[in-house]
């Protein structure tokens, strides 16, 4: 079955940069797009960035764009999520997703798989 596994979270302070990582299994993950969401309490999940399967075109929410770069290694079966400049509405736990299309979404419900997720917190 499919399994994605985050990893990367911790504290940081304000400023700063962060780089999560998910390993995924049980797919054929180059025909898989990829995307990274978060969560705070209370919220509903968002969007965060997207890559897709097969060019590796990405997306991202107005919040991440010039800040955070989505990235995917094949060979690793692994995506990324590069974090710089931190901001503490950044905290969050941070849910890596696939869909089994290579097609790339910015939608939750497009995505059939997700990870147990990662806490990030930033400090002010």
């Known amino acids: 079955q499919v399994q994605l596994v985050e990893s990367g979270g911790g504290l940081v302070q304000a400023g700063g940069s962060l780089r999560l990582s998910c390993a995924a299994s049980?797919?054929?993950?180059?025909?898989?797009?990829m995307a990274w969401f978060r969560q705070t309490p209370g919220k509903e999940r968002e969007f965060v960035a997207t890559?897709?399967?097969?060019?590796?075109?990405?997306d991202y929410a107005d919040s991440a764009k010039c800040r955070f770069t989505i990235s995917r290694d094949n060979a690793k079966n692994t995506v990324y999520l590069q974090m710089n400049s931190l901001k503490p509405e950044d905290t969050a736990v941070y849910y890596c997703?696939?869909?089994?299309?290579?097609?790339?979404?910015?939608?939750?419900?497009?995505?059939?798989?997700w990870g147990q997720g990662t806490q990030v917190t930033v400090s002010s």
């Open positions: 890559i897709s399967g097969r060019f590796g075109s990405t």
């Open positions: 049980g797919l054929t993950f180059s025909n898989y797009a």
């Open positions: 997703a696939s869909r089994s299309t290579s097609i790339r979404s910015t939608l939750k419900n497009a995505y059939a798989y």
